[in-house]
């Protein structure tokens, strides 16, 4: 009988010591997958609970999800524009300016001929109190599309995305 007991002993507490790692690994990855998550999209500095971290890892995964597919969708109207517009260098230049929360997306489609600096972009969005946090840049057939990502500096004034477009316009058609 003294055999059964310390061989139950044993199982229990390779039982204990498996679930404690258990615990510890699962802690682990939930404060991995919160750092994931920007700072912007958790601004209350209050301690919450590993749920209520994990709901907000899941709604900005979801917000993830439909930025993409409203991108996708954005990529299909502008790739079907291309094929629709049949004279090469039609509807350009293209300024859209889309606002997210205190975010702006700015898109700009130009042509190949069309010569301007980015710097110059940068320079009018710096002027409206935005900062340029990313720049994407791709060819496709005969247009470029720079996409730019930028945060307003202080978004309680807010910024007027009008004054953006009307500027970012004349430099397109300069």
Known sequence: ???????????????KTTE???RIRMKSSILELISLVPQQ???SKERLSPK?????VTAYITQL??????????????ISKFNTSGIP???????????????LEVVLVTGLSKKFGLHEVILVLHGQGVEVVSISISTMADRIYHILHAQVKMPRIGVDTLIIYDRLQKLCLD
Do not use: C, W
Not at 52 to 56: E, G, N, V
Not at 90 to 97: C, D, N
């Open 1 to 15: 009988m003294e055999s059964y007991n310390a061989s139950d002993a044993t199982t229990k507490l390779d039982r």
């Open 20 to 22: 404690r790692n258990r």
């Open 41 to 43: 999209f958790n601004p």
């Open 52 to 56: 209520d971290q994990l709901h907000r």
């Open 65 to 78: 999800r439909e930025r993409v597919e409203k991108l996708k969708k954005m990529k299909e109207m502008l």
């Open 89 to 103: 260098g039609s509807g350009i230049p293209v300024v859209k300016i889309t606002e997210i929360g205190s975010n």
